[in-house]
């Protein structure tokens, strides 16, 4: 059973920053190391959307809106993938949700709230 874990979220001034976490501590080192890891958002009243995502081999991906604002990475030895979130802006608020993307299935965690203020 793999548990996707988020944390980091909050509340932040705008031009502040956060680091998300998203763990999977009871996920098989293999299965991890060869999933896709994404990081997804879900404001009020919107469809949830793609933030940027992260390849078993390192490659990333990133949403216009916050290319050169968030860097994705992951730590397989944790089981954890982060995104650092710099330069906020309040139309980065919402719900934060971790995706892990493996052959074994498709797993959410809960979400992390982040608000950002003006």
Not at 21 to 45: E, N
Request: hydrophobic share 30%; proline share 3%; charged share 15%.
């Amino acid at each position: 059973q793999v548990h996707v874990l988020e944390s980091g979220g909050g509340l932040v001034q705008a031009g502040g920053s956060l680091r998300l976490s998203c763990k999977t501590p009871r996920t098989i080192l293999s299965v991890f190391t060869s999933s896709t890891i994404g990081w997804y958002r879900q404001a009020p009243g919107e469809e949830r959307e793609l933030v940027a995502n992260i390849g078993y081999g390192g490659s990333t991906q990133y949403a216009d809106s916050v290319k050169d604002r968030f860097t994705i990475s992951r730590d397989n030895v944790k089981r954890t993938v982060y995104l650092q979130m710099n330069s906020l802006k309040p139309e980065d608020t919402g719900v934060y949700y971790c995706n892990l993307h493996s052959t074994s299935g498709n797993y959410w965690g809960q979400g992390t709230q982040v608000t950002v203020s003006s």
